[in-house]
C-alpha cells in the first residue's frame, strides 16, 4: 500500500502564506501525477493544482499566481507554496497521488484563513 503523510496546515491571517508537504511512501513504482485537492465546509471537493513527473502543472482559476505547485521526485514529496491567502482558502487540503491507474490519498489537513 502506498502512504501519503501530508503537512503544514494551520491557521493564518488574510495575506499570509504557508507550505503544505506531502510524502509518500510505501509500494512506488512509477508516479504518473501528485497533486492537492481541498473541500470547504458545504461546498464540493475540487481540484486545487496538480503536478506530473516531469514538472508540469495545472492550477485551477482561483489560485493563480497566488499558488504553486512543486516536487521532488527523489523524496516523493509534493508540495503547495500559498501565498496571498485569502479566507476563500479555508478548507481541508488532501494529497493524492495516481500510480498505475489507481489513486491514493493523505489524511487531510485544515487550513484556515481568518479575516
Known amino acids: 500500500q502506498v502512504q501519503l503523510v501530508e503537512s503544514g496546515g494551520g491557521l493564518v491571517q488574510t495575506g499570509g502564506s504557508l507550505r503544505l508537504s506531502c510524502a509518500a511512501s510505501g509500494s512506488i513504482f512509477s508516479i504518473s501525477v501528485m497533486g492537492w485537492y481541498r473541500q470547504a465546509p458545504g461546498k464540493q471537493r475540487e481540484l486545487v493544482a496538480d503536478?506530473?513527473?516531469?514538472?508540469?502543472?495545472t492550477y485551477t482559476d482561483s489560485v493563480k499566481g497566488r499558488f504553486t505547485i512543486s516536487r521532488d521526485n527523489a523524496k516523493n514529496t509534493v508540495y503547495l507554496q500559498m501565498n496571498s491567502l485569502e479566507p476563500e482558502d479555508t478548507a481541508v487540503y488532501y494529497c493524492y497521488l495516481s500510480s498505475y491507474g489507481r489513486v491514493f490519498w493523505g489524511q487531510g489537513t485544515q487550513v484556515t484563513v481568518s479575516s
Open positions: 503536478i506530473m513527473r516531469a514538472g508540469g502543472t
